[in-house]
């Protein structure tokens, strides 16, 4: 079946430290791919998609390019504040399963 | 505009006792899911509809789950007697249709005694 691997967590990172996720999955067919985020004591909100290969989904600073080749997703942000600190889930979506396959989560801390 | 909804933020019940969580998608969605977040299991898909579609309802965990959505808007996940291991946070999505961007709720915490 369907399944998303993300890095290990927490990552604690220095304010204006350059960020990088791990995510990789396995899928039947083409899927959608997705970074959510969790902020403390918030709902889970859409960060970044990318629905076909090579296409790179981008937001409030945050990037990641969809690999098909490696099958893979990394979440990058080259300077990271404060208020980045979060809980990142890594997810995907198929035609053949709508519903969303989520990764356990990395919770980032970023330290002033 | 009004996001997804749902009610109540938090329900404290007894093992045994039954329960009902409830979600306001945003209005003309047509997909609505439900997920659990609990700690030991991450983010678990439960139940999915799709318009008039028969619901997928490949995730819910034991037939003590049920979930029906009504007029394609309002859905309703019940809980029948409730055991320790169902305290997690239930959280609704929904999109606009099947394969677009899911936008959740703030989740019900749920803490079974």
């Known amino acids: 079946g369907d399944s998303v691997t993300q890095m290990e967590g927490p990552v604690t990172l220095s304010e204006e430290a350059f960020l990088t996720i791990n995510c990789t999955y396995t899928?039947?067919?083409?899927?959608?791919l997705f970074w959510y985020v969790q902020y403390p004591g918030e709902g889970l909100q859409l960060l970044l998609k990318?629905?076909?290969?090579?296409d790179k989904g981008s937001n409030k600073g945050f990037e990641a390019t969809y690999r098909k080749e490696t099958t893979s997703f990394h979440l990058e942000k080259g300077s990271v504040q404060v208020s980045d600190s979060a809980v990142y889930f890594c997810?995907?979506?198929?035609?053949?399963?709508?519903?969303?396959?989520f990764g356990s989560g990395t919770r980032l801390q970023v330290q002033p | 505009g009004a996001g997804v909804s749902q009610s109540p933020s938090n329900k404290v019940t007894e093992k045994g006792k039954d329960v009902e969580l409830r979600c306001d998608p945003i209005?003309?969605?047509?997909?609505l899911y439900w997920y659990r977040q609990s700690l030991g299991q991450g983010l678990e898909f439960l139940i999915y509809?799709?318009?008039?579609?028969?619901?997928?309802k490949s995730g819910l965990p034991s037939d003590r789950f049920s979930a029906e959505r009504t007029g394609g808007s309002v859905s309703t996940l019940t809980i029948q007697r409730t055991q320790q291991e169902d305290s997690a946070v239930y959280l609704c999505?929904?999109?606009?249709?099947?394969?677009?961007?899911?936008?959740f709720g703030p989740g019900t915490r749920l803490l079974v005694l």
């Open positions: 899928a039947t067919g083409y899927p959608s």
């Open positions: 509809f799709q318009g008039n579609s028969a619901p997928d």
């Open positions: 990318a629905t076909k290969a090579d």
């Open positions: 999505a929904s999109s606009v249709a099947a394969q677009e961007t899911q936008y």
């Open positions: 997810a995907l979506s198929t035609t053949g399963r709508r519903a969303l396959t």
């Open positions: 209005s003309g969605h047509t997909a």
